[in-house]
C-alpha cells in the first residue's frame, strides 16, 4: 500500500477533503494546508460545495484565507463562489489564485461547455501566479511550478516543508493502487508535447510524497515512478485511438475498446463501463482537436 485515499489527515499539516462528486466517493480530492495561514487546494466542483463548507467548519477552517486552483477546469473551481458567498456573510474574504494564463479561463467559465454539466459560475478578483512564485502560510511555504498539457493554465503546488506536491490533473486519474482509470488529455486545450515538457519537469522536483485532485496522496517509491505510468498509460490510449481514427465518432464502439485494451480483467467492466460513456467522449474531443480532424 502506497497511498492514502480516503478522507483525513495525510501529514501533520494537510487533510484531504473527499468531494463526494454526484456522490461518489474516491473522484475527486481538495486539500487544505494549514501553517498559521489555512489554504485549500483546488474549489471542488459547485453541488457539493455545502458540504464541504461544512466539512471545513469541523476542521476549524473555514473560511480559509487562500484557495489555489491548479487549473481552469469546472470540478476544481465551482465551488468557489460558494466559499466566497458563506465568507461574506461571516466578514471575511478568500483569497483566490491561479496561473496568470488561467485569469481569463476563470473569468469565462464557458470553456466547460463541453462537459455538459452546467451551469457554471465565472470566478474573478483572481490573484496571478507564475513559475517558482512562494506563498508563504506563515509556517509552510508553497512553491509554484507550470505544469501545463492537460490544460494551458495548469500548475503544481510543492509544499516546502513537507516536500509534498500537488499536480492536480497534470499527470491524468489514478484513483485507486492497480492502474490509471484515465490519461490526463482534456478538452478544451490539451497540448501532448507540453504534457511531456511537464513530466520532464516534474521529475526534477525534490519532492518525496504527491497528490492527486483524482485521486489520493501518494508517497514511497511510487510518488516517482506514477511519472513514468502516466506516460506509459497516456501512450496507450493515444495509440488506441490513432489506430481507431475512423471510428471515433462510433462512441459505443470506442468505449467497448478501451475496455478491452485498457482496463485489466480485474475490473468490473459493468461499472467502468458507464464511467466510460462520460470520459470517452471528452477525450475524443481532446484528441480530435489537438489532431485538428
Excluded at 12 to 38: C, F, N, Q, R
Excluded at 134 to 145: N, P, T
Aim: hydrophobic share 40%.
Amino acid at each position: 500500500m502506497t497511498s492514502i485515499r480516503k478522507e483525513g489527515k495525510i501529514n501533520e499539516d494537510t487533510t484531504l477533503i473527499d468531494v463526494m462528486m454526484l456522490g461518489l466517493p474516491g473522484g475527486v480530492a481538495i486539500y487544505l494546508v494549514e501553517g498559521e495561514k489555512k489554504c485549500l487546494i483546488d474549489g471542488g466542483n459547485g453541488p457539493e460545495a455545502r458540504r464541504l463548507v461544512k466539512v471545513l467548519q469541523k476542521l476549524n477552517a473555514f473560511p480559509p484565507d487562500i484557495i489555489i486552483v491548479t487549473h481552469f477546469h469546472f470540478d476544481h473551481t465551482q465551488g468557489i463562489p460558494y466559499f466566497r458567498k458563506k465568507a461574506a456573510k461571516l466578514n471575511k474574504k478568500i483569497e483566490v489564485m491561479a496561473s496568470q494564463t488561467a485569469i481569463p479561463l476563470l473569468e469565462d467559465q464557458s470553456f466547460n461547455d463541453i462537459y455538459g454539466i452546467g451551469p457554471y459560475k465565472n470566478i474573478v478578483e483572481v490573484t496571478p501566479l507564475k513559475e517558482g512564485d512562494r506563498i508563504d502560510l506563515d509556517g509552510i511555504k508553497l512553491k509554484i511550478f507550470e505544469v501545463p498539457g492537460h490544460s494551458k493554465d495548469h500548475i503544481a503546488i510543492l509544499d516546502e516543508k513537507n516536500k509534498n506536491i500537488f499536480v492536480g490533473d497534470a499527470i491524468g486519474v489514478k484513483a485507486t493502487d492497480d492502474f490509471f482509470s484515465s490519461p490526463p488529455f482534456m478538452p478544451p486545450f490539451f497540448d501532448k508535447e507540453a504534457y511531456y515538457n511537464s513530466i520532464n519537469k516534474l521529475k526534477k522536483i525534490d519532492y518525496k510524497t504527491l497528490c492527486l485532485a483524482h485521486f489520493g496522496y501518494i508517497y514511497d517509491k511510487e510518488a516517482k515512478d506514477i511519472l513514468d505510468e502516466s506516460v506509459s498509460t497516456f501512450e496507450k490510449w493515444w495509440k488506441l485511438f490513432e489506430d481507431n481514427i475512423e471510428k471515433l465518432d462510433d462512441i459505443d464502439y470506442m468505449v467497448d475498446k478501451v475496455l478491452d485494451n485498457c482496463y485489466p480483467e480485474y475490473i468490473d467492466k459493468k461499472i467502468a463501463k458507464i464511467r466510460l460513456q462520460n470520459s470517452v467522449p471528452w477525450l475524443i474531443n481532446s484528441f480530435k482537436t489537438y489532431k485538428k480532424i
